[in-house]
């Protein structure tokens, strides 16, 4: 197999179609080609029960430690709540200029806001974190760009607020211009 593939791998129950919509908006921005496979972690040992949260880092480590030799990067995907010792809670994660990212679709839903549930939201948004967290394995950090999709999110409607690509500065620093 090509060295040269992002790997998404499911940790939840996504509707294949949901994946295959991430993946060609993940493909449209890094020109790689993007395979989908599902996974399998015993989420039971990351879970803090005092936060009611996932361990982001312990996730990222156990998603980085699975073989995919064949593949540029991966990305986990799931549905729990994530947080880090130092941010109440977390969309996604990667290891800078590394091979590994993980986000997760938790606080994305429309519902956790009490707000109507709306899918093509939600896919959009999931879009744009993964995009987002392979940015940081290539090596991109947080822009000040106000609609760049490697600008910080604190908050969803700072998501809602980014597009689905790096600005040009950012695509000039990975090589995609």
Avoid: W
Avoid at 6 to 35: C, H, M, W
Avoid at 40 to 47: F, T
Avoid at 61 to 73: F, T, W, Y
Avoid at 81 to 107: E, H, M
Wanted: charged fraction near 25%; proline fraction near 3%.
């Amino acid at each position: 197999m090509d060295k040269q593939n992002i790997l998404l791998i499911s940790f939840g129950q996504f509707e294949n179609d949901f994946l295959e919509d991430i993946a060609t908006e993940v493909e449209k921005e890094y020109t790689y080609p993007v395979r989908i496979q599902n996974g399998h972690i015993d989420l039971s040992e990351y879970y803090d029960p005092m936060r009611r949260q996932y361990d982001g880092n312990g996730i990222l480590k156990e998603v980085d430690s699975i073989n995919s030799g064949d593949v540029i990067k991966k990305v986990g995907l799931f549905r729990v709540d994530l947080c880090i010792p130092i941010l109440t809670y977390i969309f996604g994660q990667a290891a800078f200029k590394g091979s590994t990212g993980i986000a997760s679709l938790y606080r994305l839903r429309n519902e956790q806001y009490g707000m109507k549930k709306d899918e093509a939201l939600l896919l959009h948004r999931f879009s744009k974190v993964v995009i987002h967290e392979l940015g940081h394995t290539f090596g991109l950090i947080h822009c000040h760009h106000p609609i760049c999709v490697m600008r910080s999110s604190t908050y969803v409607e700072d998501i809602d607020q980014k597009s689905t690509e790096p600005c040009l500065n950012c695509q000039k620093i990975i090589g995609l211009d």
